[in-house]
């Protein structure tokens, strides 16, 4: 998996500005530490700040990995790694590469998945993959690997797929039913939600599945700011291998505010 954008390696602001009419500041604030209302927060950036946002991997993974978690129903790894530019108290690093090791299920061996982000002085973070009939690859995508071939989604939503076999690529046809193909996937999940809320079956990406996704993508963030290998007890929700990990998944939250 790759994303080609990443928050710019910035500190606190030092200087006040004035809080817009329409933004309750302490209200935005919620739980995270207090601090002078600025720009570079609200309304856009927060993302890339570790006390607000997720940075890329909160942004992007539940898109850009939701084909192979789903294709291969991961789970939960058991071992997350990081590597990454430099590490600061404020804001996401400018790049990083994450790997997870997902145990074996069912008769599915173990896989190995490993996210890109971000670029350096201008240069993507990124192997130089190449694939039969693509040029460059796009800014943000996916590949399968596997033994007998490879899998290509040149995009975030997985619906355009083209397959390798041998050196020879086709694009695959979809196999999952959902309200219509040709509405395209931000109103397809739109639709669903709908029909869910109305009393219909639930969508194809619910809460169950979902939070799973969310929670195994967002290990890597904590690996990136510990810098050290995670082994993780996905039934306990804990790393078991590195004692300060536990204040990044569970952060302390500001006085009167609870989680």
């Given at each position: 998996?790759?994303?080609?954008q990443?928050?710019?390696?910035?500190?606190?602001?030092?200087?006040?500005s004035?809080?817009?009419?329409?933004?309750?500041?302490?209200?935005?604030?919620?739980?995270?530490?207090?601090?002078?209302?600025?720009?570079?927060y609200?309304?856009?950036?927060w993302?890339?700040?570790?006390?607000?946002?997720?940075?890329?991997?909160g942004?992007?993974?539940?898109?850009?990995?939701?084909?192979?978690?789903?294709?291969l129903?991961?789970?939960?790894?058991?071992?997350?790694?990081?590597?990454?530019?430099?590490v600061?108290?404020?804001?996401y690093?400018?790049?990083?590469?994450?790997?997870?090791?997902?145990p074996?299920?069912?008769?599915?061996?173990?896989?190995?998945?490993?996210?890109?982000?971000?670029?350096?002085?201008?240069?993507?973070?990124?192997?130089?993959?190449t694939?039969?009939?693509?040029?460059?690859?796009?800014?943000?995508?996916?590949?399968?690997?596997?033994?007998?071939?490879?899998?290509?989604?040149?995009?975030d939503?997985?619906?355009?797929q083209?397959?390798?076999?041998?050196?020879?690529?086709k694009?695959?046809e979809?196999?999952?039913?959902?309200?219509?193909?040709?509405?395209?996937?931000?109103e397809?999940?739109?639709?669903?939600?709908?029909r869910?809320?109305q009393?219909?079956?639930?969508p194809?990406?619910?809460?169950?599945?979902?939070?799973?996704?969310t929670?195994?993508?967002?290990?890597?963030?904590?690996?990136?700011?510990?810098?050290?290998?995670?082994?993780?007890?996905g039934?306990?929700?804990t790393?078991?291998?590195?004692?300060?990990?536990?204040?990044?998944?569970?952060?302390?939250?500001?006085?009167?505010?609870?989680?």
């Amino acid at each position: 998996m790759y994303w080609k954008q990443s928050p710019q390696v910035i500190s606190r602001p030092t200087e006040m500005s004035a809080v817009p009419d329409h933004l309750h500041w302490n209200l935005w604030l919620g739980p995270a530490p207090a601090r002078p209302y600025h720009s570079a927060y609200h309304p856009h950036d927060w993302r890339g700040w570790w006390d607000f946002g997720t940075g890329a991997l909160g942004d992007m993974a539940c898109h850009t990995a939701n084909l192979p978690f789903m294709a291969l129903q991961l789970g939960l790894p058991t071992r997350v790694q990081a590597v990454s530019s430099e590490v600061n108290a404020e804001t996401y690093p400018s790049w990083a590469t994450i790997t997870y090791q997902f145990p074996a299920h069912g008769d599915r061996p173990p896989v190995k998945l490993v996210w890109y982000e971000g670029s350096e002085n201008g240069k993507r973070n990124l192997p130089a993959f190449t694939f039969p009939g693509v040029g460059e690859l796009t800014d943000s995508g996916s590949m399968l690997v596997g033994s007998k071939g490879r899998l290509y989604s040149p995009g975030d939503s997985g619906d355009v797929q083209r397959l390798d076999i041998k050196g020879q690529a086709k694009t695959t046809e979809p196999s999952i039913e959902r309200l219509g193909h040709e509405v395209g996937p931000d109103e397809n999940q739109k639709r669903e939600w709908i029909r869910a809320i109305q009393g219909g079956s639930a969508p194809l990406s619910n809460f169950d599945y979902a939070s799973v996704l969310t929670e195994a993508m967002l290990l890597g963030n904590v690996a990136v700011r510990t810098g050290k290998p995670l082994e993780y007890d996905g039934e306990t929700g804990t790393v078991t291998n590195h004692p300060n990990a536990a204040s990044l998944i569970n952060p302390p939250v500001r006085k009167n505010w609870k989680l």
